[in-house]
């Protein structure tokens, strides 16, 4: 959900909460929910957080977040679950392997 309907749809207050916990105006907090200030990464972060993930990051940079949080992608993850899988074969280097009694 982006920024902008959150905050219409929310119930009253959240607004002035959410641009507390920004650091900003309120003003400031309807520019940025209507496109016409940026918002940086870092305050997308925290919207994702005030709102328990309804509006997330992903929301915001809609194009962009792959490029600004790699660790988001699923497909990063995959390939990163696949790597220590691959280690889990093997005893840690520089240990002997257990001998069964």
Not at 7 to 17: D, F, H, L, N, V
Not at 37 to 58: D, L, N, T, Y
């Given at each position: 959900m982006d920024l902008k309907t959150y905050?219409?749809?929310?119930?009253?207050?959240?607004?002035?909460?959410?641009a507390a916990s920004l650091g900003v105006s309120k003003s400031y907090l309807s520019q940025m929910?209507?496109?016409?200030?940026?918002?940086?990464?870092?305050?997308?972060?925290?919207?994702?957080?005030?709102?328990?993930?309804?509006?997330?990051?992903?929301d915001i940079y809609p194009d962009d977040w792959p490029l600004i949080w790699p660790e988001l992608s699923k497909q990063r993850r995959k390939v990163v679950r696949e790597i220590e899988a691959t280690d889990d074969v093997q005893p840690p280097v520089g240990r002997a392997?257990?001998?069964?009694?």
């Open positions: 905050i219409a749809t929310s119930e009253r207050g959240t607004a002035t909460r959410l929910a209507s496109g016409e200030s940026p918002i940086s990464p870092a305050r997308a972060v925290v919207i994702e957080q005030f709102s328990g993930g309804i509006c997330s990051r992903k392997k257990s001998k069964a009694a």
